[in-house]
């Protein structure tokens, strides 16, 4: 995957913003059975590699786009255990909160 593929750019943003380094793979996984949760939201599993070989992953949840703006609202808020948010444009359609 490169940077143009959207699961890799909102991998990157994630990993600079939790300061995991450089990365070099991202492969979407399905979540396993019973990861789901109850709510029914669609979920992917970020399986990332970084530059020096380490490996982990992210949970990211697919957004309406009124879900997102509550989000947001509470991360502008300093509010405690709210998911990050990735705006937009900097990680394209698939804004997810991880």
């Keep these: 995957m490169s940077m143009a593929d959207p ?4 991998a990157a943003v994630l ?11 991202v492969q979407p996984l399905p979540m396993e059975p019973g990861e789901e949760g109850y709510s029914g939201a669609k979920l992917v599993r970020l399986r990332c ?8 992953s992210f949970v990211c949840k697919y957004t309406s786009p009124a879900e997102r703006a509550a989000l947001q609202a509470l991360t502008e808020q300093g509010r405690g255990y709210t998911p990050t948010l990735i705006p937009r ?10």
């Excluded at 590699?49 to 982990?56: K, P």
């Excluded at 444009?89 to 991880?98: D, E, I, K, L, S």
């Design 49 to 56: 590699v970084y530059a020096g070989g380490e490996t982990g």
């Design 15 to 25: 990993a600079e913003q939790m300061g995991r380094g450089e990365l070099r793979t």
């Design 89 to 98: 444009r900097r990680a394209g359609r698939r804004t997810a909160g991880a």
């Design 7 to 10: 699961f890799f750019a909102l």
